[in-house]
């Protein structure tokens, strides 16, 4: 269902799923035992890169609003900085990854290889 989502998706988003845990009710009979719910945030996208920057984005407003009580807003910069170079390090590691055992881009070499060469990146990274 989620990676559905990501192709319907035009932008990033962060979706907070809600469950319910009924089995616990069942085997649980306690009155005074508490219903057990659970949640999950998951993240959507066209893109790896548009997922990355929502995670991001998220992350940098939670930090912000923790640190605010501490610091004045303006004083953050290195902060958001030093999030913004771990979100980069992440994306160039998911694109190195995604690139092992393929030919070198744009090295002149003998190129040709019949699938899709031509130095193209691959389809999902557009």
Avoid at 14 to 24: K, L, R, S
Avoid at 52 to 61: G, I, K, P, S, T
Wanted: aromatic share 6%; with cysteine.
């Amino acid at each position: 269902m989620c990676m559905s989502l990501n192709e319907l998706a035009e932008q990033g988003a962060a979706i907070e799923v809600t469950f319910y845990d009924t089995d616990f009710d069942e085997e649980e009979e306690d009155e005074d035992s508490e219903a057990r719910d659970d949640f999950v945030m998951l993240f959507v996208g066209p893109t790896p890169a548009a997922i990355m920057q929502v995670q991001r984005d998220l992350l940098v407003q939670d930090v912000i609003n923790l640190m605010e009580r501490h610091f004045d807003g303006s004083e953050l910069g290195g902060v958001v900085a030093e999030v913004d170079k771990l979100f980069s390090q992440r994306f160039d590691a998911l694109v190195n990854s995604l690139e092992i055992g393929k030919p070198p881009r744009g090295s002149g070499g003998s190129g040709g290889s019949g699938h899709g060469g031509g130095g193209r990146r691959p389809r999902h990274l557009h």
